[in-house]
Protein backbone atom coordinates (compact mmCIF):
# COMPACT_ATOMS: atom_id res chain seq x y z
CA UNK A 1 0.00 0.00 0.00
CA UNK A 2 2.55 2.39 0.90
CA UNK A 3 4.76 1.39 -2.32
CA UNK A 4 1.44 2.13 -4.07
CA UNK A 5 0.78 5.15 -2.38
CA UNK A 6 4.20 6.86 -2.73
CA UNK A 7 4.31 5.57 -6.60
CA UNK A 8 1.14 8.01 -7.55
CA UNK A 9 2.53 10.51 -5.41
CA UNK A 10 6.16 10.23 -7.52
CA UNK A 11 3.60 10.70 -10.71
CA UNK A 12 2.02 13.81 -9.51
CA UNK A 13 5.10 15.26 -8.77
CA UNK A 14 6.31 14.55 -12.49
CA UNK A 15 3.33 15.90 -13.72
CA UNK A 16 3.31 19.24 -11.92
CA UNK A 17 7.24 19.55 -13.63
CA UNK A 18 6.82 18.71 -17.41
CA UNK A 19 9.47 18.12 -19.20
CA UNK A 20 10.48 20.65 -22.00
CA UNK A 21 9.79 19.64 -25.49
CA UNK A 22 11.80 21.54 -28.16
CA UNK A 23 10.81 22.49 -31.76
CA UNK A 24 7.57 22.22 -33.62
CA UNK A 25 6.79 19.20 -31.25
CA UNK A 26 6.24 21.49 -28.37
CA UNK A 27 3.12 23.28 -30.12
CA UNK A 28 1.75 19.68 -30.65
CA UNK A 29 1.79 18.09 -27.02
CA UNK A 30 0.97 18.93 -23.49
CA UNK A 31 1.38 17.92 -20.50
CA UNK A 32 -0.75 20.04 -18.14
CA UNK A 33 -4.46 21.60 -18.41
CA UNK A 34 -3.03 24.85 -18.93
CA UNK A 35 -1.40 23.65 -22.20
CA UNK A 36 -4.04 22.29 -23.65
CA UNK A 37 -5.96 24.90 -23.52
CA UNK A 38 -3.32 26.95 -24.49
CA UNK A 39 -4.85 27.61 -28.14
CA UNK A 40 -7.93 28.32 -27.32
CA UNK A 41 -6.89 31.59 -24.91
CA UNK A 42 -4.90 32.77 -27.83
CA UNK A 43 -7.89 33.03 -30.16
CA UNK A 44 -10.23 34.98 -27.63
CA UNK A 45 -7.33 37.22 -26.04
CA UNK A 46 -6.58 38.71 -29.54
CA UNK A 47 -10.17 38.76 -30.53
CA UNK A 48 -10.74 40.54 -27.39
CA UNK A 49 -13.47 37.97 -25.58
CA UNK A 50 -10.60 37.26 -22.60
CA UNK A 51 -7.72 39.03 -21.29
CA UNK A 52 -5.78 36.10 -20.32
CA UNK A 53 -2.94 34.75 -22.13
CA UNK A 54 -1.09 31.55 -20.56
CA UNK A 55 2.55 31.56 -19.91
CA UNK A 56 5.17 29.72 -17.74
CA UNK A 57 6.77 30.34 -14.55
CA UNK A 58 10.37 29.49 -14.16
CA UNK A 59 9.60 25.91 -13.38
CA UNK A 60 7.87 25.35 -17.01
CA UNK A 61 4.63 25.14 -15.79
CA UNK A 62 1.43 26.96 -17.65
CA UNK A 63 -0.85 29.65 -15.66
CA UNK A 64 -3.17 32.19 -16.72
CA UNK A 65 -2.19 35.94 -16.86
CA UNK A 66 -4.16 38.84 -16.88
CA UNK A 67 -3.02 41.72 -18.64
CA UNK A 68 -3.88 45.33 -19.61
CA UNK A 69 -3.34 44.64 -23.35
CA UNK A 70 -6.30 42.31 -23.35
CA UNK A 71 -8.48 45.18 -21.68
CA UNK A 72 -7.10 47.60 -24.39
CA UNK A 73 -7.96 45.04 -27.27
CA UNK A 74 -11.46 44.27 -26.23
CA UNK A 75 -11.73 48.26 -26.12
CA UNK A 76 -10.33 48.63 -29.33
CA UNK A 77 -12.66 46.25 -30.89
CA UNK A 78 -15.63 47.31 -29.05
CA UNK A 79 -14.96 50.69 -30.76
CA UNK A 80 -14.46 49.38 -33.99
CA UNK A 81 -17.53 47.33 -33.93
CA UNK A 82 -19.70 50.27 -33.07
CA UNK A 83 -18.36 52.33 -35.25
CA UNK A 84 -18.72 50.37 -38.19
CA UNK A 85 -22.38 49.60 -37.60
CA UNK A 86 -22.92 53.34 -37.05
CA UNK A 87 -21.19 53.36 -40.66
CA UNK A 88 -24.06 51.07 -42.07
CA UNK A 89 -26.71 52.96 -40.46
CA UNK A 90 -25.18 56.26 -42.33
CA UNK A 91 -25.19 54.27 -45.35
CA UNK A 92 -29.15 53.61 -45.24
CA UNK A 93 -29.25 50.85 -42.93
CA UNK A 94 -26.94 48.74 -45.66
CA UNK A 95 -26.80 45.01 -44.51
CA UNK A 96 -25.56 42.03 -46.36
CA UNK A 97 -29.15 40.34 -46.57
CA UNK A 98 -30.29 44.09 -48.44
CA UNK A 99 -28.46 43.14 -51.78
CA UNK A 100 -29.96 39.87 -51.65
CA UNK A 101 -33.59 40.78 -50.97
CA UNK A 102 -35.42 44.36 -50.32
CA UNK A 103 -39.13 44.68 -49.73
CA UNK A 104 -41.04 46.40 -46.23
CA UNK A 105 -40.27 43.44 -44.49
CA UNK A 106 -36.90 43.09 -45.45
CA UNK A 107 -35.68 46.51 -44.67
CA UNK A 108 -37.69 46.27 -41.58
CA UNK A 109 -35.61 42.67 -40.49
CA UNK A 110 -32.45 44.48 -41.48
CA UNK A 111 -33.46 47.13 -38.94
CA UNK A 112 -33.89 44.78 -36.63
CA UNK A 113 -30.54 42.41 -37.26
CA UNK A 114 -28.54 45.80 -36.89
CA UNK A 115 -29.66 46.81 -33.86
CA UNK A 116 -29.71 42.89 -32.25
CA UNK A 117 -26.08 42.64 -33.79
CA UNK A 118 -24.87 46.06 -32.41
CA UNK A 119 -26.24 45.47 -28.93
CA UNK A 120 -25.84 41.73 -28.70
CA UNK A 121 -21.96 41.47 -29.82
CA UNK A 122 -21.45 44.06 -27.69
CA UNK A 123 -22.69 42.34 -24.41
CA UNK A 124 -20.65 39.37 -26.02
CA UNK A 125 -17.87 41.29 -24.99
CA UNK A 126 -18.82 42.71 -21.94
CA UNK A 127 -20.04 40.04 -20.25
CA UNK A 128 -16.99 37.62 -21.34
CA UNK A 129 -14.65 40.40 -20.04
CA UNK A 130 -16.37 41.49 -16.15
CA UNK A 131 -16.97 37.44 -15.04
CA UNK A 132 -13.69 37.06 -15.73
CA UNK A 133 -12.93 35.74 -12.07
CA UNK A 134 -15.47 33.40 -12.65
CA UNK A 135 -13.40 31.66 -15.58
CA UNK A 136 -10.04 31.69 -14.00
CA UNK A 137 -11.89 30.05 -10.66
CA UNK A 138 -13.52 27.28 -13.13
CA UNK A 139 -9.92 26.47 -14.75
CA UNK A 140 -8.31 26.22 -11.18
CA UNK A 141 -10.95 23.92 -10.36
CA UNK A 142 -10.77 21.56 -12.98
CA UNK A 143 -6.83 21.83 -12.62
CA UNK A 144 -7.83 19.96 -8.95
CA UNK A 145 -9.77 17.73 -10.41
CA UNK A 146 -7.34 16.13 -12.24
CA UNK A 147 -4.93 15.76 -9.53
CA UNK A 148 -8.06 14.02 -7.76
CA UNK A 149 -8.46 11.58 -10.76
CA UNK A 150 -5.15 11.29 -10.65
CA UNK A 151 -5.24 9.38 -7.41
CA UNK A 152 -8.07 7.46 -8.07
CA UNK A 153 -6.14 6.05 -11.32
CA UNK A 154 -7.08 8.39 -14.40
CA UNK A 155 -4.01 10.16 -15.85
CA UNK A 156 -5.19 12.51 -18.32
CA UNK A 157 -3.42 12.67 -21.58
CA UNK A 158 -3.50 16.37 -22.00
CA UNK A 159 -2.00 16.31 -25.91
CA UNK A 160 -5.10 15.00 -26.88
CA UNK A 161 -7.06 17.90 -25.60
CA UNK A 162 -4.37 20.25 -27.37
CA UNK A 163 -5.71 18.18 -30.50
CA UNK A 164 -9.14 18.56 -29.86
CA UNK A 165 -8.48 22.42 -29.47
CA UNK A 166 -6.96 22.67 -32.22
CA UNK A 167 -9.88 20.91 -34.47
CA UNK A 168 -11.83 22.74 -33.16
CA UNK A 169 -10.03 26.47 -33.98
CA UNK A 170 -10.23 24.55 -37.28
CA UNK A 171 -13.09 23.92 -37.58
CA UNK A 172 -14.43 27.25 -36.86
CA UNK A 173 -11.81 29.51 -38.80
CA UNK A 174 -12.35 27.09 -42.00
CA UNK A 175 -16.96 27.14 -41.51
CA UNK A 176 -16.03 31.43 -40.63
CA UNK A 177 -13.80 31.48 -43.63
CA UNK A 178 -16.20 29.63 -46.66
CA UNK A 179 -19.24 31.41 -45.39
CA UNK A 180 -17.76 34.89 -45.69
CA UNK A 181 -16.00 34.42 -48.56
CA UNK A 182 -18.57 32.58 -50.36
CA UNK A 183 -21.32 35.73 -49.77
CA UNK A 184 -19.01 38.04 -50.93
CA UNK A 185 -17.96 36.48 -54.18
CA UNK A 186 -21.89 35.99 -54.54
CA UNK A 187 -21.88 39.91 -54.32
CA UNK A 188 -18.57 40.21 -56.59
CA UNK A 189 -20.04 38.19 -59.30
CA UNK A 190 -23.29 40.58 -59.46
CA UNK A 191 -21.11 43.40 -59.56
CA UNK A 192 -22.08 44.60 -56.30
CA UNK A 193 -19.50 46.24 -53.80
CA UNK A 194 -20.25 46.83 -50.09
CA UNK A 195 -18.71 48.89 -48.14
CA UNK A 196 -16.21 48.26 -45.75
CA UNK A 197 -17.86 49.01 -42.81
CA UNK A 198 -20.22 45.93 -43.73
CA UNK A 199 -17.57 43.48 -44.37
CA UNK A 200 -16.51 44.37 -40.82
CA UNK A 201 -19.65 44.04 -39.58
CA UNK A 202 -20.71 40.77 -41.59
CA UNK A 203 -17.34 39.24 -40.63
CA UNK A 204 -17.03 40.38 -36.95
CA UNK A 205 -20.63 39.34 -36.21
CA UNK A 206 -20.10 35.78 -37.45
CA UNK A 207 -16.67 35.17 -35.68
CA UNK A 208 -17.33 36.51 -32.33
CA UNK A 209 -20.54 34.49 -32.29
CA UNK A 210 -18.19 31.16 -33.85
CA UNK A 211 -15.47 31.87 -30.94
CA UNK A 212 -17.69 32.38 -28.19
CA UNK A 213 -19.79 29.52 -28.94
CA UNK A 214 -16.53 27.30 -29.42
CA UNK A 215 -15.07 28.53 -26.12
CA UNK A 216 -18.54 27.08 -24.08
CA UNK A 217 -17.65 23.77 -25.94
CA UNK A 218 -14.89 23.53 -24.75
CA UNK A 219 -15.44 23.77 -21.48
CA UNK A 220 -18.44 21.31 -21.98
CA UNK A 221 -16.10 18.70 -23.43
CA UNK A 222 -13.29 19.31 -20.72
CA UNK A 223 -16.40 19.01 -17.86
CA UNK A 224 -18.19 16.09 -19.66
CA UNK A 225 -14.51 14.17 -20.40
CA UNK A 226 -13.83 14.12 -15.99
CA UNK A 227 -17.24 13.29 -15.97
CA UNK A 228 -17.20 10.26 -18.02
CA UNK A 229 -13.37 9.29 -15.92
CA UNK A 230 -14.68 8.84 -12.73
CA UNK A 231 -18.21 7.48 -14.56
CA UNK A 232 -15.78 4.50 -15.65
CA UNK A 233 -13.43 4.29 -12.16
CA UNK A 234 -17.29 3.79 -10.63
CA UNK A 235 -18.31 1.35 -12.83
CA UNK A 236 -14.98 -0.70 -12.69
CA UNK A 237 -15.56 -0.22 -8.96
CA UNK A 238 -19.18 -1.74 -9.07
CA UNK A 239 -18.48 -4.51 -11.34
CA UNK A 240 -15.75 -5.83 -8.33
CA UNK A 241 -17.78 -5.23 -5.65
CA UNK A 242 -20.55 -7.30 -7.53
CA UNK A 243 -17.94 -9.75 -8.02
CA UNK A 244 -16.74 -9.64 -4.38
CA UNK A 245 -20.50 -11.36 -3.60
CA UNK A 246 -19.77 -14.26 -5.57
CA UNK A 247 -15.93 -14.47 -4.72
CA UNK A 248 -14.29 -13.12 -1.72
CA UNK A 249 -11.68 -10.44 -2.96
CA UNK A 250 -8.69 -8.62 -0.76
CA UNK A 251 -9.34 -5.53 0.74
CA UNK A 252 -6.77 -3.78 -1.80
CA UNK A 253 -8.47 -4.30 -4.67
CA UNK A 254 -7.05 -3.46 -7.98
CA UNK A 255 -8.41 -0.89 -10.24
CA UNK A 256 -8.02 0.07 -13.78
CA UNK A 257 -9.75 2.79 -16.11
CA UNK A 258 -9.88 3.78 -20.05
CA UNK A 259 -10.83 6.96 -21.62
CA UNK A 260 -10.52 8.10 -25.37
CA UNK A 261 -8.76 11.29 -23.28
CA UNK A 262 -7.42 9.50 -20.02
CA UNK A 263 -4.78 5.75 -19.93
CA UNK A 264 -4.83 2.87 -18.43
CA UNK A 265 -3.18 2.92 -14.75
CA UNK A 266 -3.77 0.75 -11.48
CA UNK A 267 -4.46 1.65 -7.97
CA UNK A 268 -4.57 -0.51 -4.95
CA UNK A 269 -6.64 1.39 -2.58
CA UNK A 270 -9.52 0.84 -0.20
CA UNK A 271 -12.69 0.98 -1.99
CA UNK A 272 -14.55 3.34 0.61
CA UNK A 273 -12.03 5.90 -0.24
CA UNK A 274 -11.96 5.53 -3.93
CA UNK A 275 -15.68 5.67 -3.03
CA UNK A 276 -15.24 9.03 -1.13
CA UNK A 277 -12.66 11.07 -3.36
CA UNK A 278 -15.27 10.42 -6.38
CA UNK A 279 -18.05 11.55 -4.49
CA UNK A 280 -15.80 14.45 -4.11
CA UNK A 281 -14.41 14.51 -7.66
CA UNK A 282 -18.21 14.81 -8.57
CA UNK A 283 -18.71 17.34 -6.12
CA UNK A 284 -15.98 19.75 -7.55
CA UNK A 285 -16.80 18.97 -11.73
CA UNK A 286 -20.36 20.23 -10.73
CA UNK A 287 -18.80 23.55 -8.70
CA UNK A 288 -17.21 23.81 -11.75
CA UNK A 289 -19.67 23.43 -14.33
CA UNK A 290 -21.72 25.85 -12.34
CA UNK A 291 -19.45 28.33 -12.08
CA UNK A 292 -18.87 27.96 -16.08
CA UNK A 293 -22.28 28.31 -16.69
CA UNK A 294 -23.03 31.68 -14.62
CA UNK A 295 -19.91 32.85 -17.33
CA UNK A 296 -21.04 31.88 -20.45
CA UNK A 297 -25.39 32.11 -19.47
CA UNK A 298 -25.78 35.95 -20.80
CA UNK A 299 -23.28 34.97 -23.94
CA UNK A 300 -25.45 31.82 -25.09
CA UNK A 301 -28.39 33.75 -24.01
CA UNK A 302 -27.67 36.72 -26.54
CA UNK A 303 -26.18 34.22 -29.06
CA UNK A 304 -29.71 32.40 -29.61
CA UNK A 305 -31.56 35.73 -29.84
CA UNK A 306 -29.50 36.75 -32.39
CA UNK A 307 -29.53 33.60 -34.03
CA UNK A 308 -33.70 33.11 -33.60
CA UNK A 309 -34.38 36.38 -35.42
CA UNK A 310 -31.64 35.38 -38.06
CA UNK A 311 -33.66 32.15 -38.61
CA UNK A 312 -36.98 33.70 -38.24
CA UNK A 313 -36.55 36.39 -40.93
CA UNK A 314 -33.96 33.86 -43.39
CA UNK A 315 -36.93 31.29 -43.24
CA UNK A 316 -39.43 34.29 -44.62
CA UNK A 317 -37.37 35.03 -47.11
CA UNK A 318 -36.74 31.43 -48.73
CA UNK A 319 -40.37 30.80 -48.10
CA UNK A 320 -41.58 34.19 -50.35
CA UNK A 321 -39.49 33.33 -52.87
CA UNK A 322 -40.11 29.75 -53.23
CA UNK A 323 -43.90 29.46 -52.28
CA UNK A 324 -44.78 33.40 -53.53
CA UNK A 325 -46.77 34.34 -56.20
CA UNK A 326 -44.46 36.64 -57.90
CA UNK A 327 -41.09 35.29 -59.17
CA UNK A 328 -37.87 36.53 -57.63
CA UNK A 329 -36.51 39.96 -59.45
CA UNK A 330 -33.20 40.95 -59.42
CA UNK A 331 -29.22 40.82 -59.94
CA UNK A 332 -29.40 36.92 -58.66
CA UNK A 333 -30.80 33.74 -59.48
CA UNK A 334 -33.34 32.05 -56.99
CA UNK A 335 -30.57 29.45 -57.09
CA UNK A 336 -28.27 31.75 -55.41
CA UNK A 337 -30.66 33.63 -53.59
CA UNK A 338 -31.83 30.32 -51.35
CA UNK A 339 -28.28 29.45 -51.47
CA UNK A 340 -27.42 32.83 -49.27
CA UNK A 341 -30.00 32.47 -47.13
CA UNK A 342 -30.43 28.47 -46.13
CA UNK A 343 -27.06 28.52 -45.70
CA UNK A 344 -27.06 31.60 -42.76
CA UNK A 345 -30.27 29.66 -41.61
CA UNK A 346 -28.88 26.28 -41.20
CA UNK A 347 -25.28 27.98 -39.38
CA UNK A 348 -27.43 29.28 -37.07
CA UNK A 349 -29.35 26.29 -36.67
CA UNK A 350 -26.59 24.27 -35.85
CA UNK A 351 -25.13 27.10 -33.55
CA UNK A 352 -28.63 26.60 -31.09
CA UNK A 353 -28.70 22.92 -31.62
CA UNK A 354 -24.89 22.14 -30.60
CA UNK A 355 -25.68 24.99 -26.95
CA UNK A 356 -28.35 22.66 -26.24
CA UNK A 357 -27.14 19.50 -27.04
CA UNK A 358 -23.48 20.14 -25.37
CA UNK A 359 -25.21 21.24 -22.16
CA UNK A 360 -27.86 18.17 -22.29
CA UNK A 361 -25.07 16.16 -22.85
CA UNK A 362 -23.38 16.79 -19.83
CA UNK A 363 -25.97 16.38 -17.36
CA UNK A 364 -26.87 13.13 -18.82
CA UNK A 365 -23.04 12.27 -17.62
CA UNK A 366 -23.89 13.92 -14.84
CA UNK A 367 -27.11 12.28 -13.92
CA UNK A 368 -25.23 8.74 -14.33
CA UNK A 369 -22.14 9.36 -12.29
CA UNK A 370 -24.68 10.00 -9.43
CA UNK A 371 -26.41 6.60 -10.46
CA UNK A 372 -22.83 4.74 -10.28
CA UNK A 373 -21.97 6.58 -6.84
CA UNK A 374 -25.32 5.69 -5.30
CA UNK A 375 -25.06 1.95 -6.61
CA UNK A 376 -21.86 1.53 -5.18
CA UNK A 377 -22.71 3.13 -2.09
CA UNK A 378 -25.23 0.77 -1.25
Known sequence: MDEDTNGIEAQEVRATRPQRVSGLRRFFQAQQL??????????????????????????????L????????????????????????????????????????????????QIFSGLIGVTIIYITAMLPKQRLEYSLRTVQDIDLMLHKVGVKIIYTKLLHYSYFSILLVVA????????????????????STPLYVVFTLQHTVISIATMMYHGFVKMLEMRLTML?????????????????????????QCLDSFSMYTIVTNNPCEIIQESMEIHHMICDAASTANKYFTYQLLTIISIAFLLIVFDAYYVLEILLGKSAHEGKFKTVEFVTFFSCQMILYVIAIVSIVEGSNRAIQK?????????????
Not at 45 to 61: E, Q, V
Not at 175 to 182: P, W
Open 34 to 63: YESVQPLFVITFWHGLTPFFIKSDGAGNKK
Open 65 to 112: KESIFGYINTFLHITIYVACYMLTLINDFETVAGYFFNSGVSRFGDTL
Open 175 to 194: VDTVYSCGNFMLLKLANLEP
Open 231 to 255: NEVLKKLAHQWDNSIVKPMPKQRSL
Open 366 to 378: SEKNQWHCALTTE
